[in-house]
């Protein structure tokens, strides 16, 4: 696998409404995009920190994925991404290593970015998504 950076930070929030102002203020930072990605029930917010992105999560279902963390953990990090080149590759040389996967085919992400989860029981706790963008130059 050819990982060539972070590609960003996922970070569950209650709310953009109240979180974006927070890191605009606290951090100098410039929300870019906000994105519904409605087959996931999530809304999301990036602000870019060098090569690396931040994302801010909020659930827009309680029963979703962000939903459901929010109400086991409570706010904060969610998930680290990693910019792959190939990602459908990537995850099929992950899981032949032992990785057990959340998703075994790429899907469809924000940013138009294509993504794939390995699960956390697998990778130390941490959830960790694998993110493949068809301009990307790894």
């Not at 999560?57 to 990090?77: N, R």
């Not at 992400?109 to 990307?136: Q, R, W, Y």
Request: aromatic fraction near 8%.
């Amino acid at each position: 696998m050819n990982l060539s950076h972070i590609e960003h930070i996922g970070i569950a929030v209650k709310s953009l409404e109240i979180s974006i102002p927070y890191w605009e203020k606290v951090f100098g930072l410039k929300c870019y995009a906000i994105e519904e990605v409605a087959d996931q029930r999530v809304k999301t917010a990036f602000f870019m920190v060098g090569q690396t992105k931040i994302e801010l999560l909020e659930s827009t279902d309680p029963e979703g994925p962000i939903g459901t963390f929010l109400e086991k953990k409570g706010e904060g990090m969610h998930h680290i991404a990693f910019a792959v080149k190939d990602i459908d590759s990537a995850l099929t040389e992950t899981e032949a290593n032992g990785v057990k996967l959340i998703d075994k085919v790429s899907r469809k992400g924000a940013e138009g970015m294509n993504i794939g989860f390995l699960h956390p029981k697998s990778t130390f706790g941490v959830l960790t998504e694998l993110c493949e963008k068809k301009d990307l130059e790894v």
